[in-house]
């Protein structure tokens, strides 16, 4: 999947809400969904269905400013790391490198813009 985490006026878009997570994902055929029965500690996460399809869910409790750090976190998981894995298990890992990775990569995403 090439997804390009870093288009600079796409995630400009995504921030000031002139497109939403499901167009942009939509694109490259991620269904995105926007979930209010996660608890808080649970931002967002990532799945490949049996039929191979991505799923990109993500915490509507949370301020936009979370959920678009949280998507750029998530899209990290599908063009990198799961191609690489596989399948990752366990909401709890968020200790582990590749989550670590995504954190900071997202983090710095976010502040550049």
């Known amino acids: 999947m090439n997804i390009d985490i870093l288009d600079k006026s796409l995630l400009k ?5 002139t497109i939403s997570f499901h167009e ?7 269904r995105t969904s926007i979930a209010f029965n996660i608890p808080a500690s649970i931002l967002g996460f990532v799945y ?22 949280t998507f750029v976190h998530e899209i990290k998981h599908i ?24 954190d900071m990569l997202a983090e710095k995403i976010i502040t550049y813009l």
Do not use: W
Request: charged share 20%.
């Open 48 to 69: 490949v269905s049996r039929r191979g399809n991505y799923h990109l869910i993500l915490n509507g409790n949370v301020n936009y400013k979370t959920q678009c750090r």
């Open 79 to 102: 063009t990198y790391d799961l191609p690489k894995i596989g399948y990752i298990v366990g909401l709890d890992m968020q200790h582990t490198y590749f989550e670590n990775e995504a």
């Open 24 to 30: 942009i994902m939509n694109a490259y055929n991620v």
């Open 13 to 17: 878009s995504l921030l000031d809400e």
